[in-house]
């Protein structure tokens, strides 16, 4: 039988919830649902087990990992299954690049260090990053903060054999990856685009962040799609209802033989940190596959899961 | 220059009106709106001309074919362009197996015989490709009755070195290929199907007639969908409002990680004629090239055009 | 404090399973959700107990009420609340006009019978009626069959001081106030309506019921508007997945100022079970007051409540 | 006959070109598509002809009426009509307080003076205002900026005579109407509103302005629900492809019986500029007749067309 992978984690917001109810979820159940790649290198779902957690909230330090989760600002529901304490005390974690040698001391032991804290704080990313290189512990980067598409970086965890994956993961199921299809599909049967739109709407706290600084996530997501000729993307809007549920609705209007209207309205209902853990559990796993097998550097199997791998624009 | 394809066409309804007014708008225009391939083998979308129209219609039959395309139950709207006199008078089709003789003297000239009839009619169909066969003109048969998918009928055509290109053509866009796009992108993903169904409304006489016969079509919705397994489809509902247009109605609920809930909700709205015109227009160039060239029999490059090629199940 | 209503009901299916355990539900949250009225004459929602229920179904009879509720084909989900037994066994219930008596003597005690049964058996529906008019028990027809709209048997029940209240109950909430309440607003601004059409999809056994006699359905659809005009009714689909939720999907198509376009689309998503149970619960309490205060015949309170109340045509 | 309603108008954006373009229909095809009261004070909706035009874009002024409504930024699509010239030249507009003489001397023999320009210059409303009540014409103004609410000024139109009629028009079919009677409907059902939300996005200056000035529009959509407390407004979305069409998109989330879901989706597509049109030609109407039969002041018959009558707050 394999050995779990022991994975630390920074951040313990909705993502980290998802990530730590579901593993628990599918070691209960034995289910498969929703789960795109059941064994990577021969690790399954459930083979996963938490060893450390950092978090800079005053209110979750010093809790239980199974605990903290459920803390406020975070809002992803309360799975149906059992969630026994983790032995899993909340740490402060770092809030700049002092403290690197603590955190790294506290690694021991792990495989993965999985960054899943919010983005837009590239220095703690650094310090983290440098951490589990000192520790011999594989980094991944959910984060769009520039950390695997460092050369330098990248050349001193590839020199130190320790594994260095991100940046910044692609949802599982969203709305670009929907509107994408669609614009190909129209593209791909000859009709004309004439316009389209997209609008988001979500409850979480990331949601909230993301509308105070809309510019970058609107371009992001004009990024994501393979024609932004005629697409157009409508303020994000926080709707705290919503709570982790994100609500897109999706407008294609084109043209067909004749110029004759062809009409699409979708309504896309999902919960994004379910989307943030059902790719996390394959880049823990990779990473962890390479660390064990002594793979320094960056893991080109992750970067299906990834929007910005190395190489890609800082 | 390249010399237009001459084209003869079985049936005076609501495909030959859309393919009809569509040519005559892509003439005058130079536009290449909702177009998927501009050229095939040299032709362009309004290098085609109308040399003969049969149909069964005592209003239609004697009207010149820009004409009767307007007539009762037709009802695909007048397009925006100018529609000259074809010069083409519509004639008395066959009813059975008698008249092909009479039928094939008049295809002289052709390169195409275009059978875009209802469904349902295999003795009418065949007869007309009999009489193509004869006349050395190409036969493209759009409906359901299996006449390429005959061996025998195929082998005479193969030694006659005529083209039979059939059957049942594929729309550019509807509901099959949408529905089946967004059941291929769930699973991609490793989202799970829970349910999902597609309701399909139209105001065509071609809509009132499959109402009559639910089930065939019920099953034929159902195999054009790569996962038919959770897939419900609803019965059809014609709906006369709606004159040429369809809406359908998609929904699909699945499950991501840990179980939790994704759910789509589609709308689309589309020209069911113009979906048939955009895809006829490709198999009378590849049909007219087949025949300028002697190629007789099976055309290989029209299979992904059409439903059920020759090979496949009666 | 007021003795609660003691109600005998007639078929077990899902309506009479949302009313069982939504009134468990109410007595033990003392929430006031989905309520219209709180009180009716002095009766909260939690103000009633079952004493007798009748069913035909073999698999049902000789159930305690609170299990027999969750027999196939019913599918109203298990609502989240404690369902103590009800100490009620399902008893063998008529299926044509012997046993009048019996069913009379087993009614002993009861206030109200709730006649739930399936539409189109009306032989049973009056013999049921007989059997309360004899033990002096107040009749609430929900089904579409004519029983108060009998003018004759109404004037029996009057005469006998025996309330008597039907027929056809109103959902709380579906199709037809839905697409009622928007074409009466485009009305009332000034709107020029085109077209508009309901689909509605279920997978209720009711539903099942309802696909194999479409027509009537539809019709009654129709009459359910104020203005049907331009309105049509898509037929109706059984889809096995959505179990107790019907799903309703409408559109409206307009002119507003100088004949410029308004369009309307909307999906509803509702269980049906539900809309039957808001209603129940205060039909019975109608009646019950009715009952104890001595007011035989029909009780204009309800009209609101019901589709065909006495004087509407049979 | 009835001598036709002389009409000066303020500002040359969508809402005038929707008015001119749509009386100009009206009279040509005596149709009553999309009109409320057919008839009020004897003046039908054609019954109206322009006599002045004021505006400040260089490019409008010296153009006629009928020739300067589809310059750019207007978007407000060219109707199926005949639109002759109207020989009423666009004249420079007041920017600040100066020039009223110059006004109200080339409002001679006009009945009404619609100020429709964009809300948000409150010196320039009042300067036209004085400018009417000194020409003895009715001023109507459409727009947010305080003015028939001052109850100083509104003095002084009764004084001499003249009426006076703002302020604000509600649209004749938008978002809030629709939304309202749906929280409404849901209310007097006895449902529980759980959630709710609306998105808006259009593609006019007009939304181009509120996407700068969000707050206090989103304050406004919510002061138009009866219900407020569980309602999201989202931030407005200004798409150009849109055009003059406004889209919206509301979610209703509700607990009928028990707790069960209850959950409604609606988009509604609708031009913004008719909106104001369906409701200006009646505003224009009852000012043109109040003024006519000597009624200075208020007009109360004006009250459910305005959002903002005299005596609600400023």
Not at 89 to 99: I, Y
Not at 262 to 284: C, E, M, R, T, W
């Amino acid at each position: 039988m394999i050995e779990r992978v022991k994975v630390a984690v920074v951040g313990v917001g909705n993502n980290t919830s998802a990530l730590v109810q579901g593993i628990a979820y599918y070691q209960q159940t034995g289910s498969l649902v929703g789960i795109s790649r059941p064994e990577i290198d021969g690790f399954g779902v459930g083979d996963i087990e938490f060893v450390a957690a950092f978090a800079t909230s005053p209110e979750k330090i010093g809790k239980d990992l199974t605990e903290a989760i459920f803390l406020p600002p975070n809002n992803f529901p309360r799975l149906d299954c059992e969630l026994p304490a983790a032995g899993v005390p909340v740490t402060a974690g770092l809030v700049d690049d002092s403290g690197i040698d603590r955190v790294a001391a506290s690694l021991t032991g792990a495989d993965v260090l999985l960054y899943s804290a919010p983005s837009g704080r590239p220095v703690t990313a650094l310090a983290y990053a440098e951490a589990a290189r000192r520790a011999g512990v594989a980094f991944v980067n959910t984060t769009s903060d520039a950390v695997a598409r460092d050369p330098e970086l990248l050349g001193r965890f590839t020199a130190a054999g320790v594994p260095l994956i991100g940046d910044d993961l692609t949802s599982q199921f969203g709305t670009s990856v929907l509107h994408d299809t669609l614009l190909r599909l129209l593209a791909e049967r000859g009709l004309t685009l004439v316009s389209s739109y997209q609008v988001n709407l979500g409850g979480t706290e990331d949601f909230r962040n993301l509308v105070a600084n809309p510019n970058t996530k609107k371009q992001s997501k004009l990024n994501a799609l393979s024609t932004a000729d005629k697409v157009e993307v409508a303020p994000l809007g926080y709707l705290p209802h919503l709570g982790s549920q994100k609500v897109a609705h999706l407008n294609l209007e084109a043209q067909g033989w004749a110029g004759t209207s062809v009409s699409l309205d979708v309504k896309l209902k999902v919960h994004d940190p379910s989307g943030a853990a059902g790719v996390n559990i394959d880049l823990i796993r990779i990473a962890a596959n390479a660390n064990r097998t002594g793979r320094g550097g960056y893991a080109t199997e992750a970067t299906t899961l990834l929007k910005s791998p190395p190489g890609t624009a800082v």
